[in-house]
């Protein structure tokens, strides 16, 4: 369960290293710059939701939202 930003961007850092890409790789692939990777991977809250979703969906993740105790 992903409660905060820095626990979504560890998940997506985690994934990313298991693909073995790069942030310079996942940049390039993406579109997004590598900065903007590197603040979603350490948490940074200010991060684009959007974007972020786009990335996770990207490394072939799903990002879902269930009603606690459903």
Not at 33 to 57: H, Q
């Amino acid at each position: 369960m992903i409660i905060d930003a820095k626990e979504f961007g560890a998940a997506i850092r985690q994934r990313r290293k298991e693909l073995n890409y790069t942030q310079a790789f996942l940049s390039e692939f993406s579109g997004f710059s590598v900065s903007f990777i590197s603040d979603l991977e350490r948490g940074k809250s200010t991060t684009e939701l959007g974007k972020a979703i786009y990335l996770a969906n990207l490394l072939g993740m799903d990002c879902v939202l269930k009603v606690r105790g459903e």
